[in-house]
Protein backbone atom coordinates (compact mmCIF):
# COMPACT_ATOMS: atom_id res chain seq x y z
CA UNK A 1 0.00 0.00 0.00
CA UNK A 2 1.28 3.68 -0.98
CA UNK A 3 0.54 6.57 1.12
CA UNK A 4 1.42 10.35 -0.44
CA UNK A 5 4.16 12.08 1.57
CA UNK A 6 5.60 15.33 1.07
CA UNK A 7 9.22 16.42 1.35
CA UNK A 8 11.12 19.90 1.67
CA UNK A 9 15.14 19.79 1.58
CA UNK A 10 17.46 22.39 2.18
CA UNK A 11 20.78 22.10 0.28
CA UNK A 12 24.12 24.03 0.75
CA UNK A 13 23.66 27.61 -0.44
CA UNK A 14 27.14 27.18 -2.20
CA UNK A 15 26.49 24.66 -4.65
CA UNK A 16 25.82 25.80 -8.33
CA UNK A 17 22.65 25.37 -10.23
CA UNK A 18 23.92 22.18 -12.01
CA UNK A 19 24.68 20.49 -8.67
CA UNK A 20 21.67 21.57 -7.36
CA UNK A 21 19.11 20.09 -10.29
CA UNK A 22 21.56 16.98 -9.93
CA UNK A 23 21.08 16.12 -6.16
CA UNK A 24 16.89 16.75 -6.75
CA UNK A 25 17.29 14.55 -9.63
CA UNK A 26 19.40 11.87 -7.36
CA UNK A 27 16.57 11.67 -4.83
CA UNK A 28 14.06 11.58 -7.17
CA UNK A 29 16.36 8.74 -8.62
CA UNK A 30 16.27 6.99 -5.30
CA UNK A 31 12.25 7.19 -5.03
CA UNK A 32 11.78 5.62 -8.34
CA UNK A 33 14.29 3.14 -8.41
CA UNK A 34 12.52 1.88 -5.12
CA UNK A 35 9.04 1.62 -5.90
CA UNK A 36 7.78 5.05 -5.19
CA UNK A 37 6.10 7.80 -7.69
CA UNK A 38 7.05 11.33 -8.03
CA UNK A 39 3.57 13.62 -7.92
CA UNK A 40 5.27 17.07 -8.03
CA UNK A 41 8.03 18.89 -7.67
CA UNK A 42 8.96 22.92 -6.37
CA UNK A 43 12.30 24.51 -6.59
CA UNK A 44 12.17 27.89 -3.98
CA UNK A 45 15.51 28.51 -4.81
CA UNK A 46 17.48 30.23 -2.16
CA UNK A 47 15.96 31.49 0.82
CA UNK A 48 17.33 33.07 3.77
CA UNK A 49 17.06 30.68 6.52
CA UNK A 50 15.52 31.59 10.12
CA UNK A 51 18.48 30.78 12.27
CA UNK A 52 21.73 29.61 10.85
CA UNK A 53 22.43 25.91 10.13
CA UNK A 54 26.03 24.90 10.01
CA UNK A 55 27.50 28.32 10.22
CA UNK A 56 25.24 29.17 7.01
CA UNK A 57 22.08 31.68 6.93
CA UNK A 58 20.81 30.44 3.28
CA UNK A 59 20.11 27.56 1.46
CA UNK A 60 18.50 26.13 -1.59
CA UNK A 61 15.08 24.74 -1.04
CA UNK A 62 13.46 21.77 -2.96
CA UNK A 63 9.96 20.32 -2.21
CA UNK A 64 8.84 16.85 -3.29
CA UNK A 65 5.34 15.78 -3.34
CA UNK A 66 5.16 11.92 -4.04
CA UNK A 67 3.93 7.80 -3.59
CA UNK A 68 5.68 5.71 -1.84
CA UNK A 69 4.99 2.60 0.09
CA UNK A 70 5.93 3.53 3.92
CA UNK A 71 8.84 1.32 4.33
CA UNK A 72 10.62 3.57 1.27
CA UNK A 73 10.70 6.52 3.74
CA UNK A 74 13.54 5.52 5.90
CA UNK A 75 15.77 4.27 3.21
CA UNK A 76 15.13 7.79 1.46
CA UNK A 77 16.02 9.79 4.97
CA UNK A 78 18.90 7.53 5.21
CA UNK A 79 20.18 8.96 2.01
CA UNK A 80 19.15 12.49 2.89
CA UNK A 81 20.78 12.17 5.93
CA UNK A 82 24.54 10.83 4.38
CA UNK A 83 24.71 13.67 1.58
CA UNK A 84 26.85 16.19 2.74
CA UNK A 85 25.07 18.81 0.44
CA UNK A 86 21.66 18.43 2.40
CA UNK A 87 21.67 20.64 5.45
CA UNK A 88 18.08 19.52 7.00
CA UNK A 89 15.05 17.78 5.22
CA UNK A 90 11.68 16.91 6.84
CA UNK A 91 9.19 13.91 4.98
CA UNK A 92 5.60 14.23 6.29
CA UNK A 93 2.64 11.93 5.14
CA UNK A 94 0.00 13.68 3.97
CA UNK A 95 -3.66 12.77 4.92
CA UNK A 96 -6.30 13.72 2.93
CA UNK A 97 -6.80 17.23 3.79
CA UNK A 98 -3.82 17.93 2.80
CA UNK A 99 -3.41 16.26 -0.51
CA UNK A 100 -6.73 18.37 -1.48
CA UNK A 101 -4.82 21.71 -0.17
CA UNK A 102 -1.61 21.18 -2.17
CA UNK A 103 -3.61 19.52 -5.12
CA UNK A 104 -5.82 23.32 -4.54
CA UNK A 105 -1.89 25.10 -4.23
CA UNK A 106 -0.55 24.01 -7.82
CA UNK A 107 -3.64 24.47 -9.56
CA UNK A 108 -3.53 28.21 -8.04
CA UNK A 109 0.07 28.40 -9.07
CA UNK A 110 -0.87 27.28 -12.38
CA UNK A 111 -3.46 30.05 -12.99
CA UNK A 112 -0.91 32.76 -11.91
CA UNK A 113 2.04 31.51 -13.89
Known amino acids: ?15 SDDQVRETVEKFEGILKAKGGSLNHRENWGLKKLAYPIQKKKSGFYTLLEFDAPGDLIAE ?3 QLRRDERVMRY ?3 KLDKNAIAFAEQRRQKMKTTA
Open 76 to 78: FEL
Open 90 to 92: ITV
Open 1 to 15: MTNTYEAVFILHPVL
